[in-house]
């Protein structure tokens, strides 16, 4: 009798991946399709390098797609181990980092699979924009959670479901601005700081921090707000061990 597939294996949806893929060309492009992603990228990197001490760390990045946050840990002084199941993202990562000389060990791999094979390898993980393009984004966290050492947090962004994400994630950023491609986001894919909340604790860990994340057009530059009704980061942390907490 055959076995059921495992999440290692179908947590996926490839039309995303198609999508993704088709912007790999220019996903270094600061002007680009992915322009808004290189305004982030200095605002998620400083959230992290303020609740990590990454020269020496052991991070992974899940979802690296191109690469822009896994090169700017591994500049920071990170071990970076960055995954993606994107092909023609690898492949542009790959490509950048013989350009920039920034050393990122790029796989293709699930995060459920890298799980099953390395748990406990990391002291910190990211796992940016990429929970609202997955069919089981609880799937996901557990196996964050199984990755990370005892103490580790783990760091998440995406999308709250609200109707001001509906009109400036995708009625104002995609349609009106086009500062990304249409069809980018599903609002119904958007996930709630309570829902996020729960997955992490069915994984055993600790919900820190949520802080929200302020896209500003006008500057090109983003930055962290109270406010968490639009984008927002959250930061979790794995317990010590033999301390359930």
């Not at 893929?21 to 220019?26: D, K, S």
């Not at 998440?156 to 994400?165: E, F, G, H, K």
Request: charged share 20%; hydrophobic share 45%.
């Amino acid at each position: 009798m055959s076995q059921a597939p495992s999440p290692a294996d179908t947590n996926f949806s490839q039309a995303e991946l198609d999508k993704f893929n088709e912007l790999a060309h220019r996903w270094w492009d600061p002007e680009g399709p992915q322009k808004a992603l290189h305004a982030l990228n200095p605002a998620r990197l400083g959230y992290i390098a303020e609740r990590v001490p990454l020269a020496g760390a052991a991070v992974l990045d899940v979802g690296c797609g191109g690469g822009l946050l896994s090169e700017a840990l591994a500049a920071a002084g990170a071990r970076v181990t960055a995954i993606d199941l994107a092909p023609d993202l690898l492949k542009i990562a790959k490509l950048h980092r013989l350009e920039s000389g920034v050393q990122v060990d790029y796989r293709a791999s699930s995060v459920e699979a890298l799980a099953a094979a390395q748990p406990g390898s990391f002291d910190a993980i990211a796992c940016m924009e990429m929970l609202e393009h997955v069919p089981d984004p609880a799937s996901v966290l557990a196996a964050c959670a199984t990755l990370l050492k005892p103490g580790g947090r783990l760091f998440v962004s995406t999308l709250n479901r609200t109707p001001a994400a509906f009109a400036l994630a995708i009625v104002g950023a995609e349609y009106l601005a086009r500062l990304l491609p249409r069809g980018t986001h599903r609002y119904r894919d958007f996930i709630r700081p309570s829902e996020l909340a729960a997955w992490l604790r069915a994984a055993g860990l600790l919900l820190e921090d949520v802080s929200g994340l302020a896209y500003l057009p006008w500057r090109n530059a983003a930055r962290l707000t109270a406010r968490t009704d639009v984008n927002y980061l959250a930061c979790a942390r794995k317990p010590d061990a033999g301390h359930g907490e």
